[in-house]
């Protein structure tokens, strides 16, 4: 007689089903479904006694069954072009957090800003079937087998801080152009008459924005615009540096750069060159961020909204998912100058009063 087996304490207990918390609450399997998918039509009641047997009985949905079921995955890929760049991190909390509120994740990847590695992550987020991409275009045309792509798994996209018409019209980016020139009219308020500019690629649509608010408020403060005083860096510290070093070596006495990374770059530069900033020239530059207060000088910039910019477009992206003729557009946030020492407006109003002083 073979011997007796004793049950295995070890072992675990089987997972919990929808049907198992339905019993221990005593309703039916359509309203604990319900419960669990967060409809609002269960009574108070007969939700707390469901969610007291989804915490006695350790429940957990079945997510994979549930996407299925659903033709969902509940998770949106995010392309952005330089998680390295300090602007990008707040940008992705902003879409996380709107995506987590609504019950998905986040797939991230980062492009480096080039064509080839951008169409990479798109194939692989499109192959893992994500319900909907966030992208920041990096510059340059599809190619027509990821266009194909696109166009059989009809995903929806919302575009990130860059728009690109041909993919879609969805954005939620911020007013570049009016950042800009605030920039430059501030500059012009401290009394710099030679201003230049060290901006990104005008390929890309920020770098087109910020470059026309740089002309525009020339032309506005009556200024003149030397072509020889603009450089086009790609947004990163390298090429700031480099366009730091050309332009102040044509001595402007005002200058605006496009974004942070490339400020510590003219800012390097300066240094190499014995230029003091806001003595030798004014800066204005665009992000803030709460290290800034730690320059010398403190540097004057223009705020952009990074986290309402990813949680606005998050939104956005999930509303389109939802219904696909939820009516989109660009949507165009708006920033803020915060004015501080580099663009020496306290030297120039000390100047005018010793100048009416005389």
């Known amino acids: 007689m073979p011997p007796l087996r004793r049950p295995n304490k070890n072992k675990p207990n089987k997972a919990a089903s929808i049907y198992d918390v339905a019993k221990a609450a005593r309703v039916s399997v359509f309203t604990a479904s319900a419960v669990v998918n967060k409809k609002s039509h269960v009574g108070k009641k007969l939700r707390e006694r469901v969610e007291a047997a989804i915490a006695k009985l350790h429940y957990r949905p079945n997510l994979l069954a549930r996407s299925l079921a659903q033709q969902r995955t509940h998770t949106i890929g995010v392309v952005v072009p330089d998680?390295?760049?300090?602007?990008?991190?707040?940008?992705?909390?902003?879409?996380?957090?709107?995506?987590q509120k609504h019950g998905y994740n986040l797939l991230l990847c980062n492009s480096d800003?080039?064509?080839?590695?951008?169409?990479?992550?798109?194939?692989?987020?499109?192959?893992?079937?994500?319900?909907?991409?966030?992208?920041?275009?990096?510059a340059g045309d599809f190619t027509p087998s990821i266009r194909r792509m696109i166009a059989e798994v009809n995903t929806p996209f919302v575009l990130l801080m860059r728009t690109y018409p041909k993919l879609t019209k969805d954005a939620v980016i911020t007013d570049d152009y009016k950042g800009a020139y605030e920039a430059v009219c501030q500059l012009a308020r401290a009394g710099r008459r030679r201003i230049g500019l060290v901006g990104g690629s005008v390929k890309l649509s920020t770098g087109k924005a910020r470059w026309k608010g740089f002309r525009d408020a020339l032309e506005a403060n009556g200024l003149p615009y030397e072509s020889e005083l603009q450089m086009e860096g790609d947004f990163r510290i390298e090429s700031g540096y480099r366009g730091g070093h050309a332009l102040l070596s044509r001595r402007p006495d005002g200058v605006y750069v496009a974004n942070f990374l490339m400020t510590v770059g003219v800012l390097k530069a300066a240094d190499e060159m014995g230029l003091r900033c806001p003595e030798d020239f004014g800066l204005v530059s665009f992000d803030d961020y709460p290290w800034l207060a730690l320059f010398r000088p403190r540097l004057t910039t223009v705020e952009l909204p990074k986290y309402q910019v990813g949680f606005e477009a998050a939104e956005l992206l999930l509303e389109k998912i939802a219904n696909p003729r939820t009516p989109g557009g660009v949507r165009k946030l708006m920033p803020e100058l915060r004015v501080r020492d580099s663009c020496g407006f306290r030297l120039h109003l000390?100047?005018?009063?010793?100048?009416?002083?005389l």
Do not use: Q
Not at 118 to 133: F, M
């Open 83 to 99: 998680i390295a760049n300090p602007f990008f991190p707040l940008v992705v909390r902003g879409a996380e957090d709107a995506a």
């Open 113 to 138: 800003d080039t064509l080839e590695k951008e169409e990479r992550a798109l194939e692989l987020l499109l192959s893992k079937r994500v319900d909907g991409i966030l992208l920041t275009k990096t």
């Open 350 to 357: 000390a100047k005018m009063h010793s100048e009416d002083s």
